[in-house]
């Protein structure tokens, strides 16, 4: 058992150039690991050894792999898990099986006999009962039709004046959004845990920018992008968490025609425990075309080293 | 249509985090012979250095989110998911005496490099020369601890047992390794032969 004295704010300086080459044991490798996750300090010194230790990669001569190696690599490559969704089966109820196929069909078939006898006997006293009511029914129809035509004269004012609201909703709600961004952005901006995520343009286009401002522990962001392709109405971007290679779905954005637009992120997990965020767009207009990645930001994990 | 070969390896990196397997191909293509290489010569056999090569690639598709390039070139991520791979399989294989020789780090620093004809190559080729030239500075003690750890896969307390030598010593041994190993491939960048 090593002596734990890191466990008291100490750092395992004699550990981590040996960690860098993959020369620890068992125990201290995952030791030093533990440390790692909150000692930003240690994983850039880290980061320096390993810099170092893979050229010593390099003093190998160079043997090219076998040609068959390649599609073989390839082929086994693990199919991804895709985008966690909910599983709605769960809610479908089952239907109870048992002892069916022993004696419940003989019983439903001798029920369905007796019911369908005394239904033809029903069926004849119901159909005089039918003559006396449709005589009846075409006095209260006409009725009707007089009640209905005046209906029809009030619906049509009645349906103005819902237009009108429906109108004013909208623009009060679009409002309301804007007003809540504004209100998440100014508090972002001013409060001094915040912490900038700059996304980076995955492809050629570098005029395509996008930055998150994380705040509140990583419980709250909001993603900002500037100069991106107006989205169109019914294929917005799409904006992704990633954590071990499974994304989540972390909200719809819409660019309007200037190229710009906001989204608050509410993830199920503080941002800072997510690998990455991914900005992404369906290929042409249509939602199961594949999807082009557009903007990306690995996210360090506890948040920026200040 | 993507052209993989226009794009860095950190692009390909985070493609390949985004599911992308042509961009994992790339990082095939550009990568298996280092990966490959080191495999063979730590492992000692073709075959289950092909099974690690092919192993390494299958990391690099599930663990490429984890990459973060602040912390260093993807080069050196790459390289690094590699040996831990290969340091795996050499443990769980029980380190067989066949692939604990250790006069083969010996010839390694002492090696001449073979003239390889691309530019590419050319460029390796320097560089191999240079990090052989850093580890044939060494003093032997200290060579013998990194060749021991980095290419035959011994934990330091291992190597402490075999070399009936006291664990601080080795780690000693080390610590000064690398230093003086980074201290002379950096001093080499910032001053080309």
Known sequence: ?306 | MVEYQGLDDRQLIERTAWGDKGALEELYDRHSTAIFSLARYMLRHEAVAEEATQEVFINIWLRASSYRPERGEPRAWLMSVAHHKVIDIIRAQKRTAAASDPEDYETLAAMPSKDRGTEEEAHLNMERARVRQALAKLPEAQREVIALAYFRGLSQSEIAARLNQPLGTVKTRVRLAMQKLRAELEEDVTEPI
């Open chain 1, 1 to 306: 058992m090593l002596p734990s004295r890191f466990d008291y704010g100490g750092h395992p300086e004699d550990l981590l150039e040996g960690y860098a080459i993959d020369a620890l044991d068992p125990e201290e490798e995952n030791q030093v690991e533990t440390h790692l996750e909150s000692c930003a300090e240690c994983r850039d010194r880290v980061n320096e050894w390993q810099s170092a230790a893979y050229l010593l990669a390099l003093a190998v001569e160079p043997q090219e792999a076998p040609a068959r190696l390649k599609a073989r690599t390839l082929a086994a490559l693990p199919t991804r898990q895709p985008v966690a969704r909910p599983d709605y089966r769960r809610f479908v109820p089952r239907l109870p099986a048992w002892g069916l196929r022993k004696w419940a069909l003989p019983v439903a078939a001798a029920v369905l006999l007796a019911l369908l006898g005394s239904s033809m006997f029903l069926n004849m006293r119901i159909s005089s009962q039918v003559d006396q009511m449709v005589s009846q029914n075409s006095t209260v129809t006409a009725q009707l039709g007089q009640a209905i035509a005046q209906n029809e004269r009030l619906a049509t004012a009645n349906s103005g004046l819902q237009n009108r609201l429906v109108e004013s909703e909208g623009m009060g709600s679009g409002m309301m959004n804007d007003i809540r961004k504004i209100r998440t952005l100014s508090f972002l901006t001013a409060h001094p845990d915040t912490q900038p995520l700059v996304m980076r343009p995955a492809g050629r286009n570098d005029e395509q920018q996008g930055v998150i401002l994380v705040g509140d522990g990583g419980q709250q962001a909001l993603l900002m992008v500037t100069n991106m392709v107006e989205s169109a109405g019914t294929n917005p971007y799409q904006v992704w968490l990633v954590k071990d290679g499974i994304r989540e779905l972390a909200g719809q954005l819409k660019v309007d025609a200037t190229g710009w637009g906001t989204l608050n992120l509410t993830p199920e997990q503080p941002v800072f425990k997510y690998d990455s965020v991914n900005l992404t767009m369906a290929e042409g207009n249509a939602s199961n075309n594949p999807e082009r990645l557009v903007l990306t930001s690995n996210i360090p994990a506890g948040g920026l080293v200040r």
